[in-house]
Nanobody, 128 residues
Framework: QVQLVESGGGLVQAGGSLRLSCTASGRTFSSYAVGWFRQAPGKEREFVATININWRGGSTYYADSVKGRFTISRDNAKKTTYLQMNSRKPEDTAVYYC???????????????????WGQGTQVTVSS
């Protein structure tokens, strides 16, 4: 069982930066792939980024909309995954969720149904 807690959300101006954290409970965090999703009001939850477990080199995947602006990373010793968000745009405004999946991804990182555990979400607002 894994519990995830997101933090770091808030208000940022367009063009600014923000870093989200997702801290997990449990002893086997290193065995989980971790992803970030977001959901804006009136829209479906959408994939943002995923990082695989380290034995696969911690391979990363990004949505086209954030590629080059966002960076996902993990610190297994701290049981924490980070989402560094740069060059923020108003359309990045959403509730951001982290999610974890036991084992590694070979495909389908963008599918919410493939993740086993979810955090409660943290609000990120980008003002223009």
């Amino acid at each position: 069982q894994v519990q995830l807690v997101e933090s770091g959300g808030g208000l940022v101006q367009a063009g600014g930066s923000l870093r989200l954290s997702c801290t997990a409970s449990g002893r086997t965090f290193s065995s989980y792939a971790v992803g970030w999703f977001r959901q804006a009001p009136g829209k479906e939850r959408e994939f943002v980024a995923t990082i695989n477990i380290n034995w696969r080199g911690g391979s990363t995947y990004y949505a086209d909309s954030v590629k080059g602006r966002f960076t996902i990373s993990r610190d297994n010793a701290k049981k924490t995954t980070y989402l560094q968000m740069n060059s923020r745009k108003p359309e990045d405004t959403a509730v951001y969720y982290c999610a974890a999946r036991a084992g590694t991804f070979y495909s389908g990182t963008y599918r919410p149904d493939l993740y086993d555990y979810w955090g409660q979400g943290t609000q990120v607002t980008v003002s223009s």
